[in-house]
Structures are given as structure tokens and as C-alpha cells.
């Protein structure tokens, strides 16, 4: 089979663990008689320098023109100074719209190899965990109305919380086909008992989840979530919430396995079209330093194997090698202990082809 797939480094040490998922995939390719054909666009930081847009046209052309992309990271310092919308951070809106991404699936799973880094106590976690965070990506505060009125005390900012019916039903069956596959229990978080937003989705979420007898599903509320989730992590198992409250409570559960550095995502539309990046930022101070950890991308592409191009054996290579290499004792600076032996970013990215 070939697979056509864009390459979007972006900035700082994107294209550092891009080009390890790179060399990963290449390796997928040999071992079971796929082709990859790569192709690389600009976004983001870099993006703007060179054409005065962090998301050019030409992106967004090629993006729609793959079967799937893999982006790195945007954002930095350099470009902290300019306007919202030339902000490298504006392109992952853009990317995300243009491509019609609604679903951004969140794993956050503790490594019994990394246990050590929880900052959670032993007794809490001593079970490990595994929750799959689904939230909802093109709707909500994130993209509604927003500016400037004369309110109570004067000018006054305002965001605008916007979601239809249609939208919550998406998300909520991607979130429940998830649980069917998984532990067959969903929580839905939200913050019904103040927001009208949140009433509907309550509501939707149920008239859904009659479609899916066998998925056991809760309400929670998003404060007592974010409390849930420090207190005791492995009572979740799929979480679907919205895009504001989807992006705080998916970076806190990152947190928690005490390795943001280690976290893939995906995001997904209605085709198999998907994005699939790391989590972390494009952390500029290591950038071109060859010591960022490249295994959350690594994990990505893996993600990208068993989503869009449904090749699960070839995901579950990819997986299968990132936990020996974490059981070998192999670690990048980021999750090492003090005095451990580091590895840079290739000789990672070596480590993980030499187990598939």
C-alpha cells in the first residue's frame, strides 16, 4: 500500500521529532511492504518569516491533498509580539477548521516504566492508568463570537460558548464507539449545572447514549473532574467534554503520567483524513539541540497507522517498541532520573527502530 502523508516540522524542535517519526515510518515501511511517500509544508513561526502567514494556502492545499498529516509543533517567543491573527498558535485553529479535525483523541497512560515520575502518590497510582480523552475540537468558546462592548464598568471583552445539537452528536458517538472498543464506560464532562451550553450537551450526550446500550456513561462536572483526576485517575476510562474544557482537563491528565514528553494525539474528521501531533510544545531553548524526546511523535504516527490507515499490527509494532525500549531502561533527558544516562533525540529514534 502508499500512503501519501504532509509533513508540518513547524517551529522550534518540530522538525527534530518529526524527521525521528519519520525514520519510524520508513522502518513500518520496510518491515511490511508499505510506501510513504512525505511531503513538507510550512506552518506556523517559520511559516510567517517566509510568506507573512503562519498558515499559507499552500498548506492547507497539500493537507487536504493527503491521506494524513503529521504535524510538530508551532509557536515560540520570536513571534510572541505579533497580532492574534499572525500568531503561530492561529495556524492550529486554521488547520484544524480547513480540515474539518472535530474529534481530538487524547491518550494519557501511565508507563509502569515511569512510574517513579508521577507526581502523584504511589498509593493513588500504584494500578497505573490508561484514559482516552475525546474532545470536541471545532466548536465551542474556542470559535465563537468574540470582541469588544461597552458593558457595566466600560469596555469589556467577551467570548461567546456556541454548540448545536449536531455537534455534540458527533463527538459523542466517536467518544461511545471509542468506550465500546475500550472499557465500555464513558464520562462525559461538563458544567451543566451553570451553563446552557452544557445543559444541551448533558442532554444530547443521553439521547445518544441510548444508541449504545452496552457503554456504561456518566456526568461529571468539570471542577469535580479536574479533582477526580489527581485524586484517582484509573476510575476513568473515555472522557468526552468539550473544547475549552477538553483542552484543560486533557493537559492535566498529561501531567499526571509524568511525561508530556511520551503523549501522542490524533485529531479526526469525518474521513479518514487525520492530524496527528505530539503534545507538548515546540520548546525552543533545546530546539536544534538534538536532546528532545521524539517517542510522543513516534506514538503519533503510530496513532496515525491505526486511524486513518487502519493497519493496526503495524501500530501496535510501533507501541510494542517504545515500551521495550522504556523497559531497557532507555531515556531521553526529559525522563530521566538524576544521574541516569541519557540518549539524544536520534539515538532514541535509533533505539525504537532497532526493537520494531
Given at each position: 500500500m502508499k500512503y501519501n502523508i504532509a509533513l508540518l516540522p513547524g517551529d522550534g524542535i518540530g522538525p527534530e521529532i518529526v524527521d525521528g517519526a519519520v525514520r519510524v515510518l520508513k522502518k513500518v515501511g520496510e518491515k511490511y511492504g508499505h510506501e510513504f511517500d512525505f511531503k513538507t509544508y510550512l506552518i506556523g513561526g517559520v511559516a510567517y518569516d517566509a510568506t507573512g502567514d503562519p498558515l499559507p494556502k499552500e498548506t492547507v492545499d497539500g493537507a487536504l491533498a493527503s491521506d494524513s498529516v503529521l504535524l510538530g509543533a508551532v509557536g515560540g517567543p520570536k513571534w510572541d509580539s505579533l497580532p492574534g491573527d499572525k500568531r503561530p498558535e492561529k495556524a492550529l485553529l486554521g488547520i484544524r477548521s480547513a480540515l474539518g479535525l472535530f474529534t481530538n483523541l487524547r491518550p494519557a497512560k501511565l508507563y509502569p516504566a515511569l512510574s517513579d515520575a508521577c507526581p502523584l502518590k504511589e498509593s493513588t497510582v500504584k494500578n497505573g492508568f490508561d484514559i482516552m480523552i475525546v474532545r470536541e475540537l471545532t466548536g465551542g468558546i474556542y470559535f465563537g463570537d468574540r470582541g469588544y462592548r461597552e458593558g457595566k464598568y466600560g469596555t469589556e471583552a467577551y467570548d461567546t460558548e456556541c454548540y448545536s445539537p449536531m455537534e455534540i452528536e458527533r463527538i459523542a458517538r466517536v467518544a461511545f464507539e471509542c468506550a465500546k472498543k475500550r472499557g465500555k464506560k464513558l464520562a462525559s464532562i461538563d458544567k451543566a449545572n451553570v451553563l446552557e451550553t452544557s445543559r444541551l450537551w448533558r442532554k444530547t450526550v443521553h439521547e445518544i447514549a441510548q444508541e449504545y446500550p452496552d457503554v456504561s456513561v456518566c456526568d461529571v462536572l468539570v471542577d469535580n473532574a479536574a479533582m477526580q483526576l489527581v485524586r484517582n485517575p484509573a476510575q476513568f476510562d473515555v472522557i468526552v467534554t468539550s473544547n475549552m474544557f477538553g483542552d484543560i482537563l486533557s493537559d492535566e491528565a498529561s501531567q499526571i503520567t509524568g511525561?508530556?514528553?511520551?503523549?501522542?494525539?490524533?485529531?479526526?474528521?469525518?474521513?479518514?483524513?487525520?492530524?496527528?501531533?505530539?503534545?507538548?510544545?515546540?520548546?525552543?531553548?533545546?530546539?536544534?539541540?538534538?536532546?528532545?524526546?521524539?517517542?510522543?511523535?513516534?506514538?503519533?504516527?503510530?496513532?496515525?497507522?491505526?486511524?486513518?490507515?487502519?493497519?493496526?499490527?503495524?501500530?501496535?509494532?510501533?507501541?510494542?517498541?517504545?515500551?521495550?525500549?522504556?523497559?531497557?531502561?532507555?531515556?531521553?533527558?526529559?525522563?530521566?532520573?538524576?544521574?541516569?544516562?541519557?540518549?539524544?533525540?536520534?539515538?532514541?529514534?535509533?533505539?525504537?527502530?532497532?526493537?520494531?
Open positions: 511525561s508530556i514528553g511520551m503523549l501522542p494525539s490524533a485529531s479526526l474528521n469525518e474521513t479518514t483524513l487525520g492530524m496527528y501531533e505530539p503534545i507538548h510544545g515546540s520548546a525552543p531553548d533545546i530546539a536544534g539541540k538534538n536532546i528532545a524526546n521524539p517517542i510522543a511523535t513516534i506514538l503519533s504516527a503510530a496513532m496515525m497507522l491505526r486511524y486513518s490507515f487502519n493497519l493496526t499490527e503495524e501500530a501496535d509494532c510501533i507501541e510494542k517498541a517504545v515500551d521495550a525500549v522504556l523497559n531497557d531502561g532507555l531515556r531521553t533527558s526529559d525522563i530521566a532520573k538524576p544521574g541516569e544516562n541519557t540518549l539524544s533525540t536520534s539515538e532514541m529514534t535509533e533505539a525504537v527502530i532497532e526493537r520494531l
